[in-house]
């Protein structure tokens, strides 16, 4: 397919073809799947040289370009984060495979025995930036479900992804599953994307991972389901009776260890009876983090003042905001008017006001005495993640494999009729 055909014809082409992969993928019994996925492993290490110049060719394109050192970051490969591709791959080939499993199963009075049972979604799209890996990860989760997938990436990483596609696709061919199980638009021309947005019938489900703007683009314009979180706007609570060598340590984790990715705490709430409040904020700021605070964390620390955007700001860089709140229903109301309710945690001794803090908090993923970071596939034992969710319905949290399921009503009977 070359890069010059009309976008919408391309996109129905790449459906049509998909399309009949999920046949052959939704049949295949689960060891052939996991050959195919240790295949593509084994092809992408076995390419690694190739993949890592392609991703240097990237780099130095989106320095010039004058990308933001998080972009950068997110961008970047190198020989561990290469081998944490092919190892998230031979994970996901290892773990439990849902479809076929049972959800549940009822015997009618007739006799009538009826039964749930996993299946592939079909066709999934992913629209994706900067992060290479999600080649990679995305395919192997979509592989291992049944699904066939459509990897439509940025334009920055054009080609690392292509390089770890076509190992991938070499490694599935290789081991006899359809190389259009998985494929990748070949075109960075942005009206591929509205084409897979309005690929009803080709598409089954599009997941977007990338910024707001490209997430927000696609909740408003996709004619298909959308699986998908807008912001990471996360937040830490420090309660009164914390630990204040656990809180720091809680605290710079979840803030300083990768500042680009969406688990990363954005904004620090302190008990304003906290013992400690001073020396949390002290050690923030040294780690090099930009702290910007409400009043009372002025006249606590050197800092700078946080305005009311800060507080519904997801930076993606070495900056946050800090509050003091009144307890455990301050921090609850606070999160409430300002989460994004993806990821939200809670330092504290007092088990009875952590479990509140569990309860009352309406996010996808809330923690106790654990860093924000921890919000991620492979840290929740799935292998890896086609992104995380922060809607109510069908998936939400880390989407495996499972959440790339649906059901069908499965009915065994001996002749009943209803007459």
Request: with cysteine; glycine share 8%; proline share 3%.
């Amino acid at each position: 397919m070359a890069d010059t055909q009309n976008p919408t014809d391309l996109i129905a082409t790449m459906g049509a073809r998909a399309r009949l992969a999920t046949a052959t993928l939704a049949a295949l019994p689960t060891a052939t799947k996991r050959a195919g996925l240790r295949a593509a492993s084994d092809t992408i290490r076995a390419q690694s040289a190739a993949i890592l110049a392609a991703n240097a060719d990237d780099m130095e394109r989106a320095t010039e370009a004058g990308l933001s050192g998080a972009l950068l970051d997110r961008l970047r490969l190198d020989d561990t984060r290469l081998t944490s591709v092919v190892e998230s791959i031979a994970a996901v080939a290892a773990l439990e495979d849902p479809v076929g499993a049972a959800i549940d199963t009822r015997e009618r009075p007739n006799g009538l025995t009826l039964t749930r049972v996993r299946v592939p979604i079909g066709v999934i799209g992913i629209i994706f930036e900067s992060r290479p890996n999600v080649t990679a990860d995305a395919a192997a989760l979509c592989v291992m479900s049944g699904n066939a997938a459509i990897l439509r990436g940025g334009s920055e990483a054009r080609a690392s992804n292509r390089a770890l596609h076509a190992a991938f696709a070499d490694g599935l061919a290789e081991s006899g599953l359809p190389r259009d199980a998985v494929q990748l638009v070949p075109t960075t021309d942005r009206a591929a994307v509205g084409a897979m947005l309005t690929a009803t019938g080709l598409i089954d489900l599009i997941v977007p991972r990338g910024g707001k703007s490209l997430v927000a683009r696609v909740q408003a314009d996709a004619r298909v389901p959308v699986l998908a979180h807008l912001d990471g706007i996360n937040h830490i609570f420090i309660h009164a009776s914390a630990d204040p060598m656990m809180a720091e340590v809680v605290v710079i984790d979840a803030k300083m260890r990768r500042t680009g990715v969406c688990g990363a705490m954005e904004t620090l709430l302190i008990d304003r009876d906290y013992p400690h409040a001073a020396a949390l904020v002290d050690a923030l700021a040294a780690t090099g983090c930009e702290v910007r605070g409400d009043d009372a964390v002025q006249r606590l620390a050197t800092v700078a003042p946080a305005t009311a955007a800060d507080w519904d700001t997801e930076y993606l860089d070495a900056i946050a905001s800090v509050a003091l709140v009144a307890g455990l229903d301050g921090a609850i109301a606070h999160i409430a008017a300002h989460g994004s309710h993806h990821t939200d945690a809670i330092v504290a001794a007092d088990a009875d006001v952590a479990e509140q803090f569990l309860a009352r908090v309406d996010s996808a993923i809330v923690l106790w005495n654990a860093s924000t970071q921890f919000a991620d596939g492979g840290e929740f034992g799935m292998g890896a993640e086609i992104g995380i969710a922060t809607g109510r319905l069908h998936a939400r949290g880390p989407v495996a494999l499972e959440g790339l399921t649906t059901y069908k009503w499965v009915g065994r009977g001996t002749g009943q009729v209803r007459g």
